[in-house]
């Protein structure tokens, strides 16, 4: 799998994470991982989009979303 996108570790001026990996893979798959930080409960979230529509989040409050990008979705609030 080649990326053609960023890696290592850059400051983003909102939301208070940083990148530390994100780009398009060989199959026009983009990705973008991120670190939030200890006090989040997901401090490495991360979201992907597909070339057929699909997405996926792992957010940072644990939550993650998942939408096949043809009327499916689902959502966990990631609580217990």
Do not use: E, L
Not at 7 to 14: E, H, K, T, V, W
Not at 22 to 33: E, I, K, M
Not at 58 to 63: A, Q
């Amino acid at each position: 799998m080649s990326s053609n996108g960023k890696s290592g570790s850059s400051s983003s001026g909102n939301g208070g994470y940083n990148v530390t990996s994100s780009g398009t893979n060989s199959q026009g798959n983009h990705y973008c991982s991120r670190d939030y930080g200890s006090s989040a409960s997901n401090s490495n979230s991360y979201h992907y989009s597909n070339t057929n529509g699909s997405y996926y989040y792992s957010n940072p409050n644990g939550s993650t979303y998942y939408n096949s990008g043809s009327g499916y979705s689902k959502y966990s609030s990631g609580k217990k």
